[in-house]
T-cell receptor, first 113, second 111 residues
């Protein structure tokens, strides 16, 4: 069975602080894909990143970075120098066959000015 | 990015009334289509997915049904709404076989 756990329900930081959102996944498949989505207050989920199980290289995109570690089944997301506009609910997701995507319960990030 | 249209955007319906939420997508043919529900303050629950016209897979037995009458059209329905059907409904499209993109969502309040 596939499962994604986001243990942090809600995180509050002050602007310019760095923050890491944790994601732990479970799967018996050797080929799988991991995702992060952002859900701002407007509600629409915005795709941020996709990683496949064969590529453990960390990725950086501006203030965003992702740390994929198969040894710990984790795919953590770090925002550097957070901004108020980063306030949103962030979802981690897992897919093995692209017919089903399994989402974590989400982490609500509050960035205070 | 993909273009996914959902309507209505907001809906208030009485208990026992029918429901029809519509989703249409633009772009590639024969996409995978999905309906997710997000209850207030909670995560995303996959309700249905479809890999082609007339092909519907249900993830959770419930008061809802889905249909795919056309390649790029996905409809979520109910004959009689329950209070527990309230939530935020998101249509999504699988693209390139490896990523799903979401529509803007439909807020349903059952009163």
């Amino acid at each position: 069975a596939q499962k994604v756990t986001q243990a942090q329900t809600e995180i509050s930081v002050v602007e310019k602080e760095d923050v890491t959102l944790d994601c732990v996944y479970e799967t018996r498949d050797t080929t799988y894909y991991l995702f992060w989505y952002k859900q701002p207050p407007s509600g629409e989920l915005v795709f941020l990143i996709r990683r496949n199980s064969f590529d453990e290289q960390n990725e950086i995109s501006g203030r965003y970075s992702w740390n994929f570690q198969k040894s710990t089944s984790s795919f953590n997301f770090t925002i550097t120098a957070s901004q108020v506009v980063d306030s949103a609910v962030y979802f981690c997701a897992l897919s093995t066959d692209f017919n089903k995507f399994y989402f974590g319960s989400g982490t609500k990030l509050n960035v205070k000015p | 990015s993909q273009t996914i249209h959902q309507w209505p955007a907001t809906l208030v319906q009485p208990v026992g009334s029918p429901l029809s939420l519509e989703c249409t997508v633009e772009g590639t043919s024969n996409p995978n289509l999905y309906w997710y529900r997000q209850a207030a303050g909670r995560g995303l629950q996959l309700l249905f997915y479809s890999v082609g016209i007339g092909q519907i897979s249900s993830e959770v037995p419930q008061n809802l049904s889905a249909s795919r009458p056309q390649d790029r059209q996905f409809i979520l329905s109910s004959k009689k709404l329950l209070l527990s059907d309230s939530g935020f409904y998101l249509c999504a499209e699988g693209v390139g076989g490896n990523t799903i993109y979401f529509g803007e969502g439909s807020w349903l309040t059952v009163v």
